[in-house]
């Protein structure tokens, strides 16, 4: 018999075999398996440590004020504007919050380096200002992405 950790549904047949619900031929011929693939009597003998640890561990009670003491939490980050630190009552500017606000600045400034048109060659076929129309739709599509990140107005900031 090959391996039945190669078989996804073999393999299923060892948590199976672990859980003591399959079929009893199944499982005799689970133990027979077991007897000639080392791989798979380790996995078995691994997942009923596992098993067996999880039998005897007692998760920490909760304390009877948690709930209460979690939504204060909340409320008392939602509140806080945005140039504030964590600490409460504390005046110190940090930089988590501005970083969006200073990529997307840079974005729109690395736009505005790089792809800036070029201006024309002066003299009798200067054409008047023509339109860049993809300039146009990738300046959209900025504006579009700063209204999403609520960056668009100043009174926002």
Same mark, same amino acid.
């Given at each position: 018999?090959?391996?039945?950790?190669?078989?996804?549904? +073999? &393999?299923?047949?060892?948590?199976?075999?672990?859980?003591?619900?399959?079929?009893?031929?199944?499982?005799?011929? =689970?133990?027979?398996?077991? &007897?000639?693939?080392?791989?798979?009597?380790? @996995?078995? !003998?691994?997942?009923?440590?596992?098993?067996?640890?999880?039998? $005897?561990? !007692?998760?920490?009670?909760? @304390?009877?004020?948690? @709930?209460?003491? #979690?939504? &204060?939490?909340?409320?008392?980050?939602?509140?806080?504007?945005?140039?504030?630190? $964590?600490?409460?009552?504390?005046?110190?500017w940090t930089w988590k919050?501005?970083?969006?606000?200073a990529a997307a600045w840079?974005? =729109?400034? &690395?736009?505005?380096?790089? +792809?800036?048109?070029?201006?024309?060659?002066?003299?009798?076929?200067?054409?008047?200002?023509?339109?860049?129309? !993809?300039? $146009?739709?990738? @300046?959209?599509?900025? #504006? !579009?992405?700063?209204?999403?990140?609520?960056?668009?107005?100043?009174?926002?900031?």
């Amino acid at each position: 018999m090959a391996c039945l950790l190669q078989d996804k549904e +073999r &393999a299923a047949w060892l948590l199976g075999y672990c859980e003591r619900n399959l079929p009893p031929a199944l499982a005799a011929e =689970v133990e027979r398996h077991l &007897a000639v693939c080392p791989d798979c009597a380790r @996995t078995v !003998e691994a997942q009923q440590k596992v098993w067996a640890a999880l039998d $005897v561990w !007692e998760p920490p009670q909760v @304390t009877p004020n948690f @709930t209460a003491r #979690l939504y &204060a939490r909340i409320e008392q980050e939602e509140v806080q504007p945005w140039w504030r630190a $964590v600490l409460p009552g504390a005046r110190v500017w940090t930089w988590k919050p501005a970083m969006p606000l200073a990529a997307a600045w840079l974005a =729109v400034l &690395a736009v505005a380096l790089f +792809r800036a048109p070029s201006m024309p060659e002066p003299g009798p076929k200067a054409q008047a200002d023509s339109i860049d129309v !993809e300039q $146009v739709e990738r @300046t959209l599509h900025d #504006l !579009e992405m700063l209204e999403q990140l609520g960056l668009s107005n100043s009174d926002k900031v």
